[in-house]
Every structure is written in C-alpha cells, then in structure tokens.
C-alpha cells in the first residue's frame, strides 16, 4: 500500500507538469504566430490576415473617440421611420422574370423581342460592316481580345482542408481566364466601340452620353409597402430624343401573376436606411435609352431579374422627373427603356414600357416587359493551345438539313434531360433504374421490330457464384413507378448520352439499362404494371453514347415485362461499343472562339441602334 500511494502522487504531480505546459503552450501560441517570419508567402498572408484583425480592433478603439462618428443607424441623414423593401444589384430572386415583373407591376412577354427591333437586324450588318471585315468576323475579335489576350493574371480564393493555424485559412491561386464580371465588362465595352463607325449613317449619335456606374435610385409605393431599387452600376446611354412606345395594348384586363400563398417581397432585405427620390444619375433634359450590365456570377437569373427592375427603375425616374412624384394612371406618353445583362457568355435583353406610375395597386393600367433571355452568344473561347472539346450536339444539328427528305422528323420532341425511373422485380429483388441525364428523341410512331426470333430457349449469361447485383447500392428511397419524362401518346426512339468519364465501361453499361429503361417504361404505360410473358407487341429504343472520341451504340429491343425470372421469353440487345469517331483534333493557333451565334450578335446591335435606323436611315 505504501508502495501504491508513492506511485500516485507520483503519477499526479507528472500530469499537473503536462498540464501547465500545455497552458503555457497554448497562451503563446499567438504570440509566437505574430512574431516568426516565415519565408513561405503562403504563412506570411496568414500572418498579414491575423495583423488586420488585431488593427480593426484598434480602429474600433480609435473611432468611438471620433467627435461626429456615431454607430447609431438613426444618425444616418438617409433614415426613415418607415422601412422599405429595397432591391441591390447582385440580388437574386427566387421567381426570377416572374418576380421582377409583378415588382414593376408589368405584364411579361417571356422570350419575346419587340417586332421594331427584329426588323432591324437585316439592316445591322450593311451599318457597322467596314470593307476590310463583316460585322461577324469585328465581334468574333471582340470576343477574342476579351476572352482570350486579356493578359493580366487573376488570382481567386480556394479553400483547403490542409493544415490550418486559424479557423479560416485561404489561399490565393492564379486562374487562367478572367472573371465572369472582367469578362462581361471587356466584352459589353469591345461591342460598344464597335458603334462607332456608324457615326456616319446616324449623326444623332453625337447627341448620346455614356455614363460609367451612374447612381440609379427609385422609390415607389407597391402593395402599401415601400419599394426602392438603388445601386451605382453599369454603363448607362443617354438620349437627346426618347425611345418610341413599343405597344398601344390596353392593360386595363390584363392580369398580373398570382404568387398567393407567398410574397413576392420574400427575396428583398427591408431597411429605414434609403434615398427619398428617385434619380438616374442626369438632368432631366435627356432620357435613358440603355443600361449594359456586367453580371459577377454566371447565374442567368441574377441577370434577368437585374435587368428588368434596373430597366424599371430608369423608366420611372424619367416619369418622376418629368411629371412630378404624384402618382399618374396613365402616362400622356409611355416611357420605354432597354437593358442588356452579360455573364461572359450568355446576353438578357430587356425592353421595359412604363405606362403607369400608380404602382401601389395591382387593377388598372400595367406596364409592359419584353425578355429574351439566356442566347447564348457563343459556346467556348480558350487561350490556351488545347484539343478541341467535341460537342455530343453537333451530329444532331448535321440531322436537321434532311428534314425535307423526311417531314415525319418534325414529329419528334426533343427532352433535354429528362427525369427517366424505371422499377421492376428482378430475381426477388426490386431493380430501379432512374436519373435525370442525356437528351431524349420522342418520335409519334415506334421503331419497328428488329428479330422475331424465338428467345425462350436461349440462355443468359451464369454468373455463378457471384451475384450481378453485386455493383449496385441498395437504398429505401425510390420512385414506385416507371416513366420516360412524358406522355402515354410517344413512343422513345433514341437517347443521347454524354458520359463525364473517358472509360469506355461507363458508356456501355449506362447506354443498355437506360435503354431497356426506356422500353419497359413504354410498356407499363401502353399495357400497366401487370408482368406480361410475352408483349403483342416487341418496343424497340436506342441509345447512344458519347464519351468525347468514343461513341457506342446500343438498340434494345423488349420482348417482355417478367423480369423476375430467367426463364420464358427474353430480351434482346445489340452493342456496338468503342467506335473511335477521331483520334485527335487540335486547333491551328490559340484564342479560337467556337460556335459563335451571329443572330445573338445582330439582335444585341438591334437595341443599341433602336431609335435611328427608323428616323435618321
């Protein structure tokens, strides 16, 4: 016993020892932190991150002694006893075009361009073509020498889970393209210089002004709440002489979109702190013809909603300025404005007619919103000497020039990734096939057969003793029924599939169980979920897919629904994997711009040049 207490108190005061060790470790942790210079970049940025911290806490200390500094947000010359619902660039909304129309209170024409501006685009091309390059070949350079010879080297944030001396740890690495905000700024200020040689067939373009990140403000009253879209952004055009109205419709019976049980407020922060006008950052003695933003994020919605509140907002300052702040019915004169929104790639037009300035009610007279969202100017720009990404689109657009051969081809619907499940009952077990991928060909009259032969006497393949359902997981949660992503009335002819994977495996097997999904989807809906031995009927699909160079091809052929057994009737398959289309394809010289889309080109020249061709041509 003696023996036994020595030992514990020896034990004790050993772990008192490691515990204060510890402490002290831990309390100069940071000090040691701030005071080791380490050569690496990397730490010194981390130790650059820490010295803010401690300065900001300082800065703290420094401005409350400030004689006029004050943190109360009532002290601001811009606050109000009322909040406001306000609207920033950058700010996304759930609805989107819905959304941002019923906050103008205006009635969408989605996917729609106004008939004054289709009309001009065949003249666009004789306006700004000089005798050494046509218009396609000047934009395809702007694209170029925004995408691709924009030289300076931009650097974003990248987490990392490796070793982290602080919570946060970034690191700053080099990326080889510009940002999406660079990118659309080089590519909206190429087009515009573009415009100038076309000085000369309109000379009321002297009478423009360009403004760089004007302050646009409005504040109007929406549903009994208080609604203000404010923010210093984009590259606004001014004119001497207004954009005529686009439409004489009456919107008296025209009806907003319902979003009851919800507020279509949801998405908008709501503050005391706003501007009590309304202003679009000139005199009152010119009118906005068109905002070009520069979107910070790829996401198409940003840009729709962006564009049409931002086209709104200058609409009714102009009116606000021009008829005073009561609100108005119906305008003598409709105010019209544009908006163009570009993410790098992918241009929003917008075409906004304020008829009205009475915004607090939802009856009355509405105001107009023309959207042509999402056209794709072009598909990929590269700056670096690189094999050409092959698209799985082309051999199907090479199929359209026969449509005259075959008019049954305008029967078809195309389904861009359709939500395709299929669920049977394979040897006792439950087998679901089910994914939302591929690009789906519907045709109005099935595939003929392709055998007759009796299957019931061939054999499948025996894995014994393994299973083949070995590969795949098991999970409670699926879909109980079978469907291809559209009505009982098609029938599926062919599935395109693009696999993420060079491995030839991956298309073989993902190209036959899509296929005979397809097929017994058709037939549970043509002849019900009862297993039938043999279908009146074989259904027939096909399946191609496409790993970037490789293309494999499948055709199926369903001779029944009795899954459960390996016996009777069977199915048939036929395979023609690893079909090599190319070995290499490289471009000649860097900077390429691939699938530039001119109609795009020409409809963005259609707005800038809406309001001279008519009057000055």
Not at 91 to 110: F, G, V
Not at 129 to 156: F, M, N, P, W
Not at 395 to 413: Q, T, W
Not at 422 to 442: D, I, P, W
């Amino acid at each position: 016993l003696a023996n036994l207490r020595i030992l514990l108190v020896l034990l004790t005061a050993i772990g008192m020892r490691i515990i204060l060790a510890l402490k002290h470790a831990r309390g100069c942790q940071r000090s040691i932190c701030l005071s080791v210079q380490d050569p690496d970049p990397i730490k010194n940025y981390e130790f650059y991150l820490q010295k803010q911290r401690l300065d900001f806490e300082k800065e703290g200390n420094v401005t409350s002694a400030v004689p006029h500094f004050s943190e109360d947000p009532k002290d601001d010359p811009n606050y109000h006893s009322e909040r406001a619902y306000c609207f920033k660039y950058r700010r996304l909304l759930t609805h989107t075009s819905r959304q941002a129309a019923w906050l103008a209170k205006a009635i969408l024409y989605d996917d729609a361009t106004p008939h004054k501006i289709l009309k001009h685009c065949n003249e666009v091309d004789e306006c700004l073509s000089t005798s050494h390059q046509s218009l396609k070949e000047r934009i395809i350079s702007v694209i170029r020498e925004a995408y691709c010879y924009d030289t300076k080297e931009y650097e974003r944030f990248w987490s990392t889970p490796a070793f982290k001396p602080y919570w946060r740890r970034k690191f700053l690495k080099p990326v080889p393209f510009p940002p999406v905000r660079r990118l659309s700024y080089n590519i909206l200020t190429g087009l515009n210089r573009l415009i100038d040689v076309a000085s000369n067939e309109f000379p009321s373009m002297c009478n423009r002004i360009y403004l760089d990140k004007p302050l646009i403000h409005s504040l109007c009253r929406r549903t009994n709440h208080l609604f203000s879209v404010q923010n210093r952004t984009g590259l606004l055009v001014l004119d001497k002489d207004p954009l005529p109205p686009v439409s004489n419709e009456n919107s008296e019976n025209l009806e907003l979109h319902n979003f009851y049980p919800i507020s279509p407020l949801m998405d908008l922060y709501h503050s005391h702190i706003y501007r009590a006008s309304s202003s679009f950052g000139s005199n009152s003695l010119m009118y906005p013809h068109t905002i070009f933003l520069q979107a910070d994020s790829a996401k198409v919605g940003v840009s729709i909603s962006t564009a049409i509140l931002f086209a709104f907002s200058l609409c009714y300052s102009r009116a606000v300025s021009r008829y005073g702040s009561e609100p108005i019915a119906a305008l003598p004169e409709p105010i019209v404005c544009q908006s163009i929104a570009c993410n790098g790639r992918d241009l929003t037009f917008v075409t906004f007619q304020l008829n009205t300035t009475a915004m607090n009610s939802n009856d009355g007279v509405k105001n107009f919103v023309w959207l042509k969202a999402d056209q794709r100017l072009y598909k990929e720009a590269k700056r670096e000497f690189d094999g050409e990404v092959f698209d799985e689109n082309l051999l199907n657009r090479l199929i359209d020039v026969a449509s005259n051969e075959f008019p049954s081809m305008c029967n078809r619907i195309y389904l861009d990734k359709p939500l395709i499940h299929s669920l049977c009952r394979r040897t006792n077990h439950l087998f679901s096939v089910q994914n939302r991928t591929g690009l789906l060909v519907l045709d109005k009259d099935p595939l003929p057969p392709v055998s007759n032969e009796n299957s019931e006497n061939l054999e499948l393949h025996n894995f014994y003793p393994i299973s083949p359902l070995m590969d795949l997981y098991h999970s409670h949660i699926y879909r109980a029924s079978s469907s291809f992503g559209s009505n009982s009335l098609m029938y599926p002819h062919t599935i395109f599939l693009q696999a993420d994977s060079a491995k030839v495996g991956v298309s073989i097997s993902t190209a036959i169980l899509f296929a005979f999904s397809l097929c017994y989807s058709r037939a549970v809906s043509r002849y019900g979920s009862e297993p039938i031995a043999a279908l009146p009927e074989p259904i027939v699909c096909q399946s191609i897919a496409c790993n970037g160079r490789d293309l494999t091809f499948v055709t199926f052929q369903l001779n029944t629904t009795a899954m459960n057994s390996n016996d009777g009737v069977k199915n048939f398959v036929w395979l023609k994997a690893d079909q090599r289309l190319y070995k290499e394809a490289k471009r000649e010289f860097d900077g390429e711009v691939f699938e530039y889309d001119h109609e795009v080109g020409r409809l963005f020249f259609s707005h800038v040049l809406n309001g001279l061709i008519n009057t000055d041509a």
